[in-house]
């Protein structure tokens, strides 16, 4: 029996994500978390992304904190092409085992 991967399953996004949180940002978080699991990092069920924004040039950009408690890991990253950054916002992406979902916090 072949162990599976992490976050290699069908992946979700609850109603409120969708509708607040622009879609280009939904993938870049996503292939945040394929990139780690190509590199072999070993990741946490549950990845948590602060959202902020830093002025860059007088112009806004996307700066997002993945962070996961188990190893402790924290990358930072900014994300090109977000036409409405968001600041002091906090998403999820959590693996079931039967499938991942991206929600807010208070969704849980």
Do not use: H
């Amino acid at each position: 029996m072949t162990k599976r991967k992490m976050f290699d399953v069908t992946r979700y996004t609850t109603r409120q994500v969708a509708e607040q949180v622009g879609l280009e940002l939904q993938v870049a978080l996503w292939a945040a978390i394929e990139l780690r699991v190509q590199q072999g990092q070993e990741m946490d069920y549950l990845q948590v992304f602060e959202l902020s924004v830093e002025w860059v040039d007088g112009k806004p950009q996307q700066k997002v904190l993945n962070k996961q408690e188990q190893p402790q890991q924290e990358v930072s990253f900014y994300v090109n092409g977000v036409e409405t950054p968001k600041d002091g916002v906090t998403l999820w992406i959590l693996d079931s085992g039967e499938y991942c979902t991206m929600l807010f916090p208070d969704e849980y």
